[in-house]
Structure formats: C-alpha cells, structure tokens
C-alpha cells in the first residue's frame, strides 16, 4: 500500500475538499502559526485532549472512528462549558509513514465532525512515535452565558445528556473478550460531542461538565 | 523517591508558586475548558508542537531544560508571526507516576521561562505512555503587524537573529559520541525564543520565519 510523506500527508489533511472553509482574515495551515479572531464581547474558550494508542483506544478501531473520536473529546469539553466550537490543531504521532488508505479514512471521520459543527483545522505537527493524537481546540462563548463547574450550588437539579455507561460496558466487553454489541462499540468509538445541548443550555443551566472521560 | 498521582501533578503545576497570575476574567485549570479574552483588534495567533523522548531528546536531558524547551519550541512559533505569547495549554504523556522532584525541576524550568514572557498555563492534560509533551500557545498580535512567510519577495535582504548549528552540532556530537561543550549543549537544550525580537520587527520586517526546528 502506498504511504504519504510528512509534507504528503500534511497537504491531505489540509486540503481535504470536505472541511469547513476558514473565514477570511483568518490565516490557516502553512505558517508557524495559524491566527484567528475572536468577536468582541465573546470569550475564547480553550482545551487539550490527548489520545494514545493502547490506552484510549486499542488497534482495532477503525481509522474513521479514531479521526471522530479525536476530534469529538475535546469538542466535548468546550461543550460542557457552553461554548460554540470554532477551530483546531491537530498534533499527530505516527509510528511510520502512514498508510495513504488509513490517512483517507481518518481524515473523513475527522472532517465530518468538524463539518457539522463548521470547526476549521488551522494548524497542527506531525512526529513520529506511538500513534497519538492530540487536538487543541478553540470556541467562543458570550462572557456572561458560560457554564461553570464550580456555580453548582447544593439543591441544584441534576440532568444528564443522553445515556450512561455504554464507554464502561464496551471495556468490560473488550476485558472479557465477550463479544460487543455494534451500537455499545460505536457509543465508545465514536462518542457524540453535547455541542449543541451545551449552546442551548447557555443561561438556563447554572453549571456544567463533562463526563466523556 | 516520591512519586504523584495524576491529581497531585495536576495541583503541583498549577499551584507552583512562581507563575504568572491568571488575569481576571480568565479561567484557569479545574474546569472542562479554560477561557482567555482578545483585545479587540488584535489577532489570536495559536501553535501547537510536540517533544518526545527519544526523537526530539534523549534521557540525558535535565527535566529543568525539558520544562524549558517543551515551552520555547512553541513560543518560537510564535515569535516568527511577531506575536505576543500569553498562554499556553501542556498535554503531558509519562511512562507512570512521575517522581516528585522530576516534577519539581521541570516545573522550575517551564515556568522560569513562562515567567520571562508572561505566559500563563491555562490548562493541559495528562495521560500514560512513552515520555512527551505537547505545548498549545496563544499569542496577540495587531492585524496589520503580523509577520508572515509568504510575504518575502525576491530582492528582500534575509537577516538572522543569533548564529546557527549549534543543534545541529550536539546533535552530531551525540551520534559520535564526542564531548559536548556546555555552551553548545544549552543551545541544544533550552533554546532561547525569539520572542523580543519578533516584537520589534512589527512593522519592521516584510516577512518571518521560525528556524529553530
């Protein structure tokens, strides 16, 4: 199977035809670095998560999945303060040079994450070791509407986006080597980021967190 | 020798008493996300770079010269855009639970130089395997004064800022297993960000670029 270069690779993912544009006056890959704008009167919101392989995920995911899933756990950080997801950087660890098919795949679970929440790649690094993925991830949220961990007071109400435990169930699943069920497997490998239930939640909740991880 | 758990590392960091405060209105680390503010006008400049151990350095080098390299790769970015850095995100991947004065060596290297350039670590995350870093920066810059790469022209005179090699010779004094002078060692270790410079060429310089990797 053929394999990408750095520069080959780095061309791929940013010129993928099925990622969100970036606005103009924005400046993306290419440079040192990227730049951005924040509007006035908005927060800039920021997160870092790390995915390695064989501690968050085993080889037997598939790359589309990977792509989503490491995109979709810092999104759903920004989430759980409120705040509308805008931008990322994209630090990759590879082992080798990677597989042109298995960089395709990626890129199309991860852009289509991004996609539906109109997020653009600006920038990221390439290095080579054990496969880890690492997204830091920038959105905004009006000053007075983010959500807070620590505004949580005792009496609040308690509420939970979706359902609990499938993440759990699909590791014990793996430990047992019993077989797993598609719609626990996808939950796990692909966890949907709560963006849009934390854009709604904004000054009706008075705190909010993530329990992705 | 004591060892932290993932908590106390995380409380170490963030409570070590030498850092730049956090400016009000900004969140800092314990929550889901952090958040900053843009002066109005100016333009977030963000880079991301990773180190790991055995391809960007050997286990030779100090944990104070690691905290202060893995912080300067990215300030350097920053610097070739002739943006001001004032954040910067650390995902930090350890082999188990890090000794208590590696911690304390590094952290006195991270933040000496954080220190120098009122960076403030807003965030990060923690996660197991082979040893890495991963420094996400934010930095400011007017719009109309940033530099860019492509915006040399042929005919336009190429400065330097200090001399070059020195990497490149420690790096070649390694493989031959030849002696390396401690001032060529430094240079290698805990390279300085241009950051000064990259300010005073606002306005000055036509392009700019980042040759310390």
């Not at 920004?78 to 395709?104: C, K, N, Q, R, Y």
């Not at 759990?168 to 490998?189: E, H, K, S, T």
């Not at 692909?190 to 009706?204: A, W």
Request: glycine share 8%.
């Amino acid at each position: 199977m053929a394999t990408l270069s750095e520069a080959q690779l780095i061309e791929y993912l940013t010129q993928f035809e099925a990622q969100p544009r970036i606005p103009p006056l924005w400046l993306g890959p290419g440079d040192d670095a990227a730049w951005m704008t924040v509007p006035q009167g908005q927060r800039l919101v920021l997160s870092i998560d790390t995915l390695i392989e064989n501690v968050h995920f085993t080889p037997q995911i598939t790359p589309a999945a990977l792509g989503h899933r490491s995109l979709a756990v810092s999104l759903s950080d920004l989430a759980a303060m409120g705040a509308d997801p805008v931008s990322v950087l994209l630090a990759i660890t590879f082992p080798g040079a990677p597989e042109s098919e298995w960089v395709a795949e990626f890129a199309k679970g991860f852009f289509r994450l991004a996609r539906r929440y109109e997020v653009v790649l600006l920038g990221g690094n390439i290095a080579r070791g054990v496969l880890s993925l690492t997204t830091s991830v920038q959105g905004i949220v009006p000053a007075p509407k983010a959500l807070r961990r620590d505004r949580v007071v005792p009496g609040d109400l308690l509420y939970v986006t979706g359902t609990l435990g499938a993440s759990g169930y699909a590791v014990q699943c793996m430990q047992r080597r019993a077989q797993l069920p598609d719609v626990i497997r996808n939950r796990w490998w692909m966890p949907e980021p709560r963006v849009l239930e934390g854009l709604r939640l904004r000054g009706l909740a008075s705190a909010g967190m993530d329990l992705s991880d």
